[in-house]
């Protein structure tokens, strides 16, 4: 026979099963309410792609959202005018919950990553947060983070640095893609600037005279490419920014270029960086060019919470989307919510909006506006809205969020 606590222990288990399911009814009620005004922030942020920094009018239309529903909005944010936070009042003001927008696009091909999706998902999850939270216990926040796509100097960076997240729990963010992953590796990712000055002189009647700094810049790209034989299945090195000086006929007395190396770990990374620029040093000397560089520390790798991505996985199984398998090799890019995951315990996970195009190509800028993408994104940010309910809800969850980030 049941004792006396055993039956409180079950009554008060189903009652909290009662609670849950009335609050998973509102927030499908509440995201159908708020379903047209985001399809309207989507498309206008679509319609009007900013690169990093210069995102105005995608900023303004998420600030004048959020203040219609009832939010306190900082802006600017961190000394940058298209950041921001906004805040639903709250008596209580922890726990804090964090969603990130990102509405920066990338030069020429606008929002081929999908930040329009990014942005309409914490939009949303913010809106139905705010509908419920007076029946929870905690705060709920939007950061509007620029410039993701500038790699050494983005806004999550900046707004750490401000102290943005000090008082935060747990920030989340979901971001479009051709398949759905919950912990898809992001390197850690560092540059080098390099600058080469030789001595001009005419390429034809007199060359013994010159020294060349376009072939000191060309046998640094010589020796990275022998350098790549040598590096472990995650690492990477790419070039770009090449500038030479002078006219054709002319030895050219000076170039440059922007190196990048990227790890699943910070201190390959680092290691890396030191070998580019014995590259650099060794292309000086063979050339007898003089040369300057400089390092930049830009995005880090990101840590994952494990606790934290399982209740994701089981919210989005509850919303009948699966989980994909993560490819062995391959698909790894940067972010700066891998500094975001250093400070603060981080989700980052990827929603499928189609499998026959990947981000940063034409072909995903076409799908991200779809109906079928913006659903999927609607989706996604119900399984915030859920995960954010758990952890407001269950006394222990966030504990054991805090505990595997102390951890790792």
Known sequence: MA?????????????????????????QQHMSEVRDQLQEVNRFIFKHPEVG????????????????????????????????????PSEVERPHIAFLAEYDALPEIGHACGHNLIATAALGASLVMARIIPSLTGKV??????????LTDSGKMRLLAAGVFDDIDVAMIVHPHSQAWLDKPFLSIDEVSVHFTGKSS?????????????????????GLSFLRQQLRQDARIHWGDLKIGGAKNVIP????????????????TQAMREKVINCIKGASLMTGCGVTYETFQGFRAMKY??????????????????????????????????????VVPSLHPFFKIGD?????????REAVITEGAFQATLIAAQAMVLTAVDLLTDPVLLPKVRKEFERT
């Not at 926040?141 to 500038?150: D, F, K, Y």
Request: aromatic fraction near 6%.
């Open 202 to 222: 005419h390429a034809a009647s007199s060359p013994h005279l010159g020294i060349n700094a376009y072939d000191a810049v060309q046998l640094t790209f010589i």
């Open 53 to 88: 920094f210069r995102e105005k009018e995608s900023s303004r239309k998420l600030i004048e959202v959020l203040k219609k529903h009832g939010f306190q909005v900082v802006n600017p944010l961190g000394g940058m005018e298209t950041a921001f936070s906004a805040t639903f």
């Open 356 to 364: 026959q195009a990947v981000p940063h190509t034409v072909e995903f």
């Open 141 to 150: 926040s939007v950061i509007g983070t620029p410039a993701e796509e500038v």
């Open 3 to 27: 004792s006396t606590i055993d039956r409180i222990a079950v009554a008060k288990q189903r009652g909290q099963g009662r609670k849950m399911r009335e609050i998973n009814t509102k927030i």
């Open 253 to 268: 007395d000076r170039s440059s270029a922007t190196i990048s190396v990227r790890a699943s770990t910070d201190e390959y």
């Open 305 to 342: 919470n494990r606790i934290l991505n399982g209740v994701f996985a089981e919210n989005m199984r509850r919303l009948s989307v699966t989980i994909d398998e993560l490819p062995q090799y391959g698909m790894a890019g940067s972010t700066d919510m891998g500094n975001v995951s250093r």
